[in-house]
């Protein structure tokens, strides 16, 4: 997205971004490319996607298995059918490590690994019967985020960026905030595929700049008009004798968002103007390095989306234990994963609520698949992808409820049943996207994000 932003004739900044205004582009270019605009009245007007990478386990976090205790160190086969798993490592059944609490009027139960998240019960919308397609890291997470297990389509945020635009002038309509761990599968769970390439997804950083090279290093001064020049009358030639095309006008579209961002990030990346209070409520002062990187990306979310930005996905700081990919020291590793996470999503939720910003932002909470019952070894949890819990809380979302449930183990989905594409379609649905209309001519063939599936998830949406 930001190719020519770093040393390009955009480094002048507002200058480059009047100069590129001059090709007949309308004031409002940066906000008018939605594909198709709202279906219907919306619910929200951003999303937030907390991104658990790895798979947080199930039974460990949401959905609570007395069983478990019970049956502590039998064979999951005298009890079960065992599908064949990631590893196929099968040890017995392993009893979660943490006690369950009820919290708020709703009494929803959350383990103690969230006892701050546990504090937003009755803001929560647990899924608890989430299932995938896919056992594996790269291709699970090209399903969560493309609704495609293939490499290479546009992702969830391109789709939404492409059906709605930006409401930023300053800002593009999608950034993921990279705190040090990028999802199996690489930047294309941000990319925009077959769609134009001005939806994709841009990478942020949750340091003083955010982007690398944002502030000019370049040309100025008597330099900068020549080169300006120049570059305009270019892309004017390329127009008129190429018409309108994906390549150019999105190349156009870069220059005039890297032009603006010139200005509008160093502003959006110095979050020294909130008060200490603030940075309190979201673990800035945390003297656990990891809680540090997420309080910083989730107040940069909340700033995002008072600026306009549409779609937003957090991925996880790195606390060096393969991400919630726990296949050995369950204990450990999703303690340090929760204890990274647990108190700026809380404190994400309690600012969006006092900046007026939570009834009309979607808060999203998943990983690309759950943890087995069982243990892997001794003291770890396998992939399962058959049944496992994700979260939504904002506007549009019935809070305090849970949807569908898993066995008496917490193994496969059994009520509820729910597929990526439901999740997707309901997202979708809760920002004012039909899904089944939000389609893209390619290939010969109008394709959308939940392909030829995707049901509403009703039960969450508030009436």
């Known amino acids: 997205m930001l190719s020519r932003c770093c040393g390009g004739f955009a480094a002048t900044a507002w200058t480059a971004l009047q100069a590129y205004r001059t090709l007949g582009e309308s004031q409002d270019k940066l906000t008018s490319m939605a594909g198709h605009g709202p279906h219907h009245t919306p619910s929200v007007r951003n999303v937030i996607f907390l991104y658990m990478d790895g798979g947080p386990s199930q039974v460990d976090t949401f959905d609570p298995k007395p069983l478990l205790e019970q049956y502590h160190g039998h064979s999951p086969s005298d009890l079960f059918t065992v599908q064949p798993t990631q590893f196929n490592n099968v040890g017995k059944m392993l009893a979660s490590p943490w006690a369950f609490q009820s919290y708020g009027e709703s009494g929803l139960p959350v383990s103690d690994l969230f006892t701050a998240v546990g504090q937003h019960a009755d803001d929560l919308a647990v899924i608890r019967s989430m299932t995938s397609e896919f056992p594996e890291h790269t291709f699970a997470n090209y399903f969560l985020h493309t609704g495609s297990g293939l490499q290479g389509r546009p992702s969830m945020g391109a789709w939404i960026n492409y059906g709605l635009g930006s409401e930023s002038e300053e800002l593009p309509g999608f950034i993921a905030i990279n705190g040090g761990l990028t999802p199996p599968g690489g930047l294309d769970c941000f990319g925009s595929g077959f769609l134009p ?29 020549p080169r300006l020049d120049l570059t305009r009358r270019m892309d004017q030639l390329s127009q008129s004798r190429y018409g309108v095309h994906d390549a150019i006008d999105s190349a156009i579209h870069n220059d005039e968002l890297a032009a603006a961002m010139q200005l509008a990030v160093p502003d959006l990346m110095d979050t020294s103007d909130e008060p200490e209070h603030i940075h309190r409520l979201y673990g800035l002062d945390s003297d656990y390095k990891p809680t540090q990187i997420y309080a910083k990306q989730c107040l940069l979310a909340r700033r995002m989306v008072q600026r306009g930005v549409r779609f937003i996905e957090l991925t996880c700081p790195n606390v060096g234990s393969d991400r919630w990919d726990q296949h050995r020291d369950l204990k450990a590793g999703h303690e340090k994963n929760a204890r990274a996470v ?62 569908g449930a898993t066995d008496e183990f917490g193994y496969k989905a059994i009520e509820g049943r729910c597929e990526i594409h439901d999740l997707h379609a309901t997202i979708l649905h809760l920002l004012g996207i039909d899904h089944r209309r939000s389609t893209f001519r390619f290939g010969g063939r109008d394709m959308r994000l939940t392909d030829v599936k995707g049901h509403l998830i009703d039960e969450v949406i508030a009436s």
Request: glycine share 16%.
């Open 197 to 225: 390439a001005s939806y994709q997804g841009s990478i942020f950083q949750p340091h003083s700049t955010g982007v690398a090279d944002i502030q000019s290093r370049s040309f100025a001064g008597a330099h900068r008009t």
């Open 342 to 403: 647990d108190q700026p999503i809380a404190g994400l939720l309690t600012d969006l609520k006092q900046q007026g910003l939570f009834d009309e932002t979607l808060v999203v909470w998943a990983g690309e698949f759950g943890r087995t019952p069982f243990a892997q070894g001794n003291d770890g949890r396998d992939h399962n992808p058959f049944g496992f819990s994700v979260w939504m809380a904002g506007g549009g979302v019935r809070g305090g409820m849970i949807h």
